[in-house]
């Protein structure tokens, strides 16, 4: 019985993951510790809490494992820069001294971080360094049900690999084709992320989420992906992709593209942060999702001709876009998709521990019958009352507790039914970066002024964002064109038409806002402006409680779904403890929250108006 610690850091999005003979134990992002969203920290109290979850020592470990290999990564550094002169001097000169003072010393790095999260025995700690790539791979494939699957990893860079295709069999993993920097799908969207305003390796989903915005129809989209392809990337039959770097600056800058010459092929500037969006930018947006698709289907059917496999596992940053998911899944090339719900570099941190755990260690490898070995995401912390009626000690809360959970759930869903905004925390927390019912922010899905009021009320955040559906797995069929399940919120599909509205003739003439908030179906908050909606669906075997909740929901309606979005509000992690919720609760508009069987409602709490003395003022994302 192997025990591994996998952890990722130093970049962004830090995380630790325990596996105890090849079974998934623990995972956090250490941002749900400190506070500090997509924090590169070494992982300290992500590591302290997964060995407590699993009552272990370090000393006690078989070995430790970092998601990539530096010396790989240093490499590229100094090939990049090399074969760029005399280009870029400034970063590099910004960028050396880093590397030889951080990352070529990884190792004295981590030994010191452990000795942060308790004393051992150095002696005794192996530390192991598999590639980026690969442990994307095994962070899909390992949780899997499949014992044969293509596998496809795509983000902006590990060491040299951007973007690879795989096949898992039995307790064994090979890539099999590689696509290297400075060509990428990832850094391709970042860059389209920038210069559209929003924050790189953050804001990539606020793109996702702006693309339904364009108009499909319009001929400025269209010549959009033409410019995109003429000018910024080669597509080839495989999936392969060519970025022209006369556009780009990151292989050897410190930006993204090339302002300027950006500016001349679109026609408009950058878009500055927070300034207006006009429908120039959400054609882009549309633009570039349209293009990252291709590509992506591209790889699929590639990958499929490659392992001749039926089943295909996906990780790396780019396989959160659910939009591009969703259409790989209608053009029916595997019979079977399965997403790694982590599937950024904090899921790099678990996939390096399961490479090492299968690959290394040659665990048995016991195939699940029904759902993934994931858990459901639920890998992260969890409060007892005791740490709950601690915490309402301490802030002074006023709270009514529930002996009997279905009277709780009623209630609940009663207030959810009447328009009420609930902070819904429950059981261990979500792994990766989707609340998935455990740290989430509910409300009804038919309220036409659900979207708006969560957007600038509680989240604080740009008005445009979508919000997703959590629906009974059972009842899924009746609302979207979805046949399959998606417990981690990775697939966007059709609102059935039977629920759609139809548009006016002159939809896409009328003023962004004036669209939103044009009724669309009966489930207008979750409703796309192009009728598609991203979906969890909820299963009572790997969460009761939220499943039970819902069920109360249409017991009252008739409506077996709510609106679910993560706990927190614009620049700040996800709710970790119960302070965190209450917080969160007390600095926002919220009405009610519900922490295990304790309910509180807001307008009952001590100086429940005064929003800004509970108020933590985080960067923007």
Same mark, same amino acid.
């Given at each position: 019985m192997k025990k591994v610690l996998g952890i990722s850091a130093f970049y962004h999005d830090s995380a630790a993951a325990l596996v105890v003979d090849g079974k998934i134990i623990a995972a956090a992002q250490e941002e749900r510790f400190t506070r500090n969203k997509h924090t590169p920290d070494f992982p300290t109290n992500a590591i302290k809490y997964c060995l407590e979850e699993a009552g272990l020592e370090i000393d006690e470990l078989d070995a430790v494992v970092f998601y990539d290999k530096p010396l790989l990564k240093f490499e590229r550094l100094l090939e990049t820069y090399y074969a760029f002169a005399p280009k870029g001097l400034a970063s590099f000169l910004k960028a050396i001294p880093v590397w030889l003072n951080e990352k070529l010393f990884l190792k004295k790095l981590i030994y010191d971080g452990l000795k942060e999260v308790g004393d051992y025995d150095k002696k005794k700690v192996t530390i192991l360094f598999p590639e980026h790539h690969l442990s994307h791979a095994a962070s899909a494939y390992f949780p899997s049900k499949f014992n044969h699957s293509a596998i496809i990893t795509i983000d902006g860079v590990g060491e040299w690999c951007t973007a690879s295709i795989g096949l898992g069999e039995g307790n064994q993993i090979k890539i099999i084709k590689e696509l290297n920097f400075p060509h990428s799908v990832g850094l391709l969207y970042s860059a389209f992320t920038y210069y559209l305003g929003f924050t790189v390796n953050s804001g990539e989903y606020k793109l996702m989420g702006l693309a339904p915005y364009g108009n499909p129809k319009s001929e400025e989209t269209a010549k959009f992906v033409e410019l995109i392809k003429k000018y910024l990337v080669d597509i080839k039959a495989d999936g392969s992709i060519w970025l022209n770097q006369d556009y780009f600056n990151y292989a050897t800058g410190l930006r993204m593209p090339k302002d300027d010459k950006w500016k001349a092929i679109f026609g408009f500037p950058r878009r500055e942060p927070e300034a207006d969006l006009e429908q120039k930018h959400c054609n882009l947006a549309l633009a570039?999702?349209?293009?990252?698709?291709?590509?992506?289907?591209?790889?699929?059917?590639?990958?499929?001709?490659?392992?001749?496999?039926?089943?295909?596992?996906?990780?790396?940053?780019?396989?959160?876009?659910?939009?591009?998911?969703?259409?790989?899944?209608?053009?029916?090339?595997?019979?079977?998709?399965?997403?790694?719900?982590?599937?950024? @570099?904090?899921?790099?941190?678990?996939?390096?521990? $399961?490479? =090492? &755990?299968?690959?290394?260690?040659?665990?048995?490898?016991? *195939? #699940?019958?029904?759902?993934?070995?994931?858990?459901?995401?639920?890998?992260?912390?969890?409060?007892?009352?005791?740490?709950?009626?601690?915490?309402?000690?301490?802030?002074?809360?006023?709270?009514?507790?529930?002996?009997?959970?279905?009277?709780?759930?009623?209630?609940?869903?009663?207030?959810?039914?009447?328009?009420?905004?609930?902070?819904?925390?429950?059981?261990?927390?979500?792994?990766?970066?989707?609340?998935?019912?455990?740290?989430?922010?509910?409300?009804?899905?038919?309220?036409?002024?659900?979207?708006?009021?969560?957007?600038?009320?509680?989240?604080?955040?740009?008005?445009?964002?979508?919000?997703?559906?959590?629906?009974?797995?059972?009842?899924?069929?009746?609302?979207? @064109?979805?046949?399959?399940?998606?417990?981690?919120? $990775?697939? =966007? &599909?059709?609102?059935?038409?039977?629920?759609?509205?139809? *548009? #006016?003739?002159?939809?896409?003439?009328?003023?962004?806002?004036?669209?939103?908030?044009?009724?669309?179906?009966?489930?207008?908050?979750?409703?796309?402006?192009?009728?598609?909606?991203?979906?969890?669906?909820?299963?009572?075997?790997?969460?009761?409680?939220?499943?039970?909740?819902?069920?109360?929901?249409?017991?009252?309606?008739?409506?077996?779904?709510?609106?679910?979005?993560?706990?927190?509000?614009?620049?700040?992690?996800?709710?970790?403890?119960?302070?965190?919720?209450?917080?969160?609760?007390?600095?926002?508009?919220?009405?009610?929250?519900?922490?295990n069987n304790f309910v509180y409602a807001k307008t009952e709490q001590l100086d429940h108006e005064n929003r800004e003395k509970w108020r933590i003022k985080f960067k923007m994302d």
């Open positions: 570039i999702q349209q293009v990252t698709e291709e590509i992506v289907i591209k790889l699929a059917k590639e990958a499929k001709a490659i392992t001749g496999s039926d089943n295909l596992c996906m990780a790396g940053g780019v396989a959160l876009n659910c939009v591009a998911n969703g259409k790989l899944l209608q053009e029916n090339i595997f019979k079977n998709i399965y997403i790694q719900p982590a599937a950024g @570099d904090a899921g790099g941190a678990l996939g390096a521990a $399961l490479a =090492v &755990s299968f690959m290394y260690f040659e665990e048995e490898r016991i *195939l #699940p019958e029904k759902f993934d070995l994931m858990q459901g995401s639920y890998l992260g912390p969890v409060f007892s009352d005791k740490e709950i009626n601690s915490m309402n000690k301490r802030v002074k809360a006023n709270f009514k507790c529930y002996d009997n959970f279905n009277e709780l759930t009623t209630h609940v869903a009663e207030k959810i039914a009447e328009g009420a905004v609930v902070g819904w925390f429950q059981g261990r927390m979500e792994f990766g970066p989707r609340a998935l019912g455990n740290r989430s922010i509910l409300g009804d899905a038919r309220n036409p002024e659900m979207q708006k009021k969560l957007n600038l009320k509680i989240k604080y955040r740009e008005g445009f964002r979508p919000f997703a559906p959590s629906v009974l797995a059972e009842d899924v069929s009746e609302y979207f @064109d979805l046949d399959t399940d998606s417990p981690y919120m $990775l697939m =966007v &599909s059709p609102v059935k038409e039977s629920r759609r509205k139809k *548009l #006016p003739d002159n939809f896409y003439a009328l003023d962004l806002w004036d669209r939103l908030y044009l009724q669309r179906s009966d489930l207008q908050s979750i409703t796309h402006l192009d009728f598609s909606a991203r979906i969890q669906t909820v299963h009572k075997e790997t969460n009761p409680r939220y499943w039970e909740l819902i069920n109360a929901f249409k017991q009252k309606t008739g409506y077996s779904l709510v609106v679910n979005t993560s706990f927190n509000v614009r620049g700040e992690p996800i709710v970790n403890t119960p302070y965190d919720a209450f917080r969160c609760f007390m600095s926002t508009e919220m009405d009610y929250l519900v922490i």
